[in-house]
């Protein structure tokens, strides 16, 4: 696949997004860590030391999950703003009267030295990556030799019921296009990832009215798409939105994809070639000729 940003993504939305204010991971992250926790019992390897990337949007609750299984592993919890991981560290900080405080490993706010982790995790952030194929190199040299990369994000069945209605009303499109599976593994494989698994779900929530409904849509993050809306909504336009969804069932799908890859050994670096032109050629077999050939 070639390398190139999501075409609907604007970027500039995406870096003021990174400059929200740190708050409670989104219930829908924190849903998918626990299920993609689940999925790490088919992994055999017990890394010495990894790092969760992007934890406050991806699940601050899962961290204990993590902790949990990976008891005697180092930690590198990373964030791309400070006040990120100031949040973090407070949300994950151990009460002092409890024992685990005195055995639990080390845990570092910063970004691991190149080859340093066995795992990568990261949960629901590539979607959002103004440049994904960067990210997944950041990856790629956080990782040892043998290491693994474990990751979730939304693929492009997510919020089909809005983008339905917002193309029936008229509206630009309610979020940017997400991206496939399949193109996934091949961005693995490009950035020098092995043996890409991937697998998909879709989960499908009710809401009990269009106001929780944003709601949770506010707090999964914003309309990144280069072409939405350029202006600020008026008072009649949300009102005909939360008529629009009061009038159909009040449900939103997710398209869930997990994925995760091995970081193979590199590559024997074959001699580069020697390229003659022809008059080479031919000097090169004249000098041979001149030597005699002993019996």
Request: proline share 8%; aromatic share 10%; net charge neutral.
């Amino acid at each position: 696949m070639p390398n190139q940003r999501p075409p609907t993504l604007d970027p500039v939305a995406e870096r003021r997004l990174q400059r929200l204010p740190a708050g409670p991971s989104p219930w829908l992250h924190e849903e998918v860590a626990q299920r993609m926790e689940e999925r790490l019992e088919w992994i055999k390897l017990k890394p010495s030391k990894w790092a969760h990337w992007a934890p406050v949007r991806g699940g601050l609750q899962a961290h204990s999950l993590l902790a949990k299984r990976y008891p005697e592993s180092e930690c590198f919890m990373v964030e791309s703003k400070a006040d990120r991981a100031q949040y973090a560290s407070k949300s994950i900080a151990k009460s002092w009267w409890k024992p685990s405080r005195w055995t639990a490993s080390s845990t570092s706010f910063e970004s691991p030295a190149e080859g340093a982790v066995q795992l990568v995790w990261a949960n629901m952030a590539l979607h959002m990556a103004a440049d994904p194929q960067a990210l997944l190199a950041e990856w790629h040299r956080a990782l040892g030799v043998d290491g693994f990369v474990m990751f979730s994000c939304l693929g492009p069945d997510t919020l089909l019921e809005l983008r339905s209605l917002y193309q029936t009303m008229g509206w630009p499109e309610p979020a940017h296009e997400f991206t496939d599976m399949h193109d996934w593994g091949d961005m693995l494989v490009g950035a020098g990832f092995a043996e890409p698994v991937m697998d998909m779900e879709r989960i499908t929530l009710t809401f009990e009215s269009p106001e929780r409904l944003l709601q949770e849509l506010r707090g999964l993050g914003r309309n990144l798409h280069i072409q939405r809306f350029p202006g600020l909504r008026g008072r009649g336009w949300l009102s005909s939105l939360k008529q629009a969804l009061g009038a159909a069932p009040i449900q939103l799908t997710f398209e869930v994809i997990y994925g995760h890859a091995f970081k193979p050994a590199p590559r024997l670096t074959m001699r580069s070639e020697t390229v003659l032109s022809l008059a080479q050629m031919r000097e090169a077999l004249n000098q041979r000729k001149s030597y005699p050939i002993e019996p």
